[in-house]
């Protein structure tokens, strides 16, 4: 039987699993019952399974009849700290956290995937390394799996590397959306301290104003983004946290904002940096206030190698139809730590529409929301695609793609 027809057979333990691992969610590197369902999921299988030392990290490995190349399939596995407030029978038990962002079927769907593989054992061509992955909601998982090995955890470079997310909005339930080159953006976060002299309210000229420098440099950094850098190679900047003050009538020693920053080149990456610095550096000083500034660079850009992109939109194509693949026309300025690996490997990462069926686009609940809400239905067609991708890239060329 084709892996679809496989994979739709066993949804119900998708279903099943998906679910439980939604009602314990668990936030960070650290995911200790999140690791034992995968671990349970996986009993009874011919895998080579190790877990991590800096985090609670799965990787498993499917040595096929042949071992003479081998390609890399993920799933992250970690929450958000977020309270649920779908109503769904389901819900989190755990207060203050969700898996707001459907890692929880991302998981299902790569078990689901070792399943599928694990049977077709005798027919690859080489080997499967499953990576489970904590800590990639800005905790860096990705990162401490690469630097623990995973990648090269059959005993050689994996040749390919290929992933997942889901979306409760953007698309139809089901369909599979990509893009060569950037997907998803590169991303930074700017924290800025404003030191000033506080005092009474009705007194502002005895005062240096914390507020209304942090105030300006938020509008002016949003300006700087329009008329430094080009509309087709853009940059998003959003100031998320803004924190000041305790009463109407008292003007504070200190004011406190963080901004995220999203790019999609190397380069206004590295420009971005040294213009929002500078401007920030340069109001402080012409409001005769102090300032700290703290810029850390997050994730690099997502970017899909142009030839496994074209093999894994072809493999969703004839796998599960043409309707089932939508050409992404513009990159994403969400950001993944799953180009830290494809910042190694060549590969492709698609998206994957799990929109509630009959709802409407324009009232359905994004990504991080409390009111996310996922179609299960996706689980059986993402473990299948995973196992397509494995079986056919391995059978094609020991060698990487290049662009």
């Not at 799965?58 to 399939?73: E, I, P, Q, Y």
């Not at 300032?291 to 660079?297: L, T």
Request: glycine share 8%; proline share 5%; with cysteine.
């Amino acid at each position: 039987m084709s892996a679809v027809v496989d994979a739709r057979a066993m949804a119900g333990d998708l279903i099943e699993l998906r679910r439980t691992l939604h009602r314990e969610p668990e936030i960070g590197l650290r995911l200790p019952r999140t690791q034992e369902r995968v671990l349970v999921a996986l009993d009874g299988l011919p895998l080579e399974i190790t877990t991590g030392d800096s985090c609670t990290s799965v990787t498993a490995v499917l040595r096929g009849a042949r071992s003479d190349h081998s390609v890399l399939l993920r799933a992250d596995m970690d929450a958000l700290p977020v309270q649920e407030a779908t109503g769904l029978d389901y819900t989190s038990t755990v207060d203050g956290v969700m898996h707001a962002c459907g890692h929880d079927l991302h998981t299902a769907m790569l078990v689901g995937a070792a399943h599928l593989l694990s049977y077709r054992r005798d027919e690859l061509a080489g080997d499967v390394v499953f990576m489970f992955q904590p800590g990639e909601e800005g905790w860096e998982g990705a990162r401490a799996m690469i630097d623990e090995g995973v990648l090269d955890a059959s005993g050689r470079r994996v040749a390919a590397a290929y992933g997942l997310h889901v979306f409760s909005t953007f698309s139809p339930a089901g369909v599979f959306q990509s893009r060569p080159g950037p997907m998803l953006a590169g991303s930074a976060s700017l924290t800025v301290t404003v030191h000033g002299g506080g005092g009474h309210g009705s007194t502002p000229h005895l005062t240096r104003d914390p507020i209304i420098a942090a105030a300006e440099m938020i509008s002016a950094l949003q300006t700087m983004v329009t008329r430094e850098f080009d509309v087709f190679d853009p940059v998003v900047l959003t100031v998320g946290v803004f924190q000041a003050g305790t009463r109407s009538n008292i003007i504070p020693e200190s004011a406190r904002f963080e901004a995220t920053i999203r790019t999609f080149s190397a380069s206004v990456k590295e420009r971005i940096r040294a213009s929002a610095v500078r401007l920030v550096r340069g109001l402080a000083d012409a409001h005769d206030v102090e300032v700290d500034v703290d810029y850390a660079d997050a994730r690099p850009v997502t970017v899909n190698d142009k030839a496994e992109h074209d093999f894994a939109r072809e493999v969703v194509r004839e796998s599960l139809g043409e309707r089932r693949y939508s050409a992404m026309a513009n990159p994403v300025a969400g950001a993944e730590d799953f180009s830290r690996v494809l910042a190694e490997v060549p590969g492709c990462f698609l998206a994957l529409g799990a929109m509630p069926r009959g709802a409407e686009p324009d009232q359905v609940a994004f990504n991080h929301s409390p009111r996310a809400v996922f179609d299960d239905s996706v689980l059986a067609d993402g473990a299948a695609l995973f196992t397509e991708l494995a079986t056919r890239r391995l059978s094609i060329s020991p060698e990487p793609s290049h662009d």
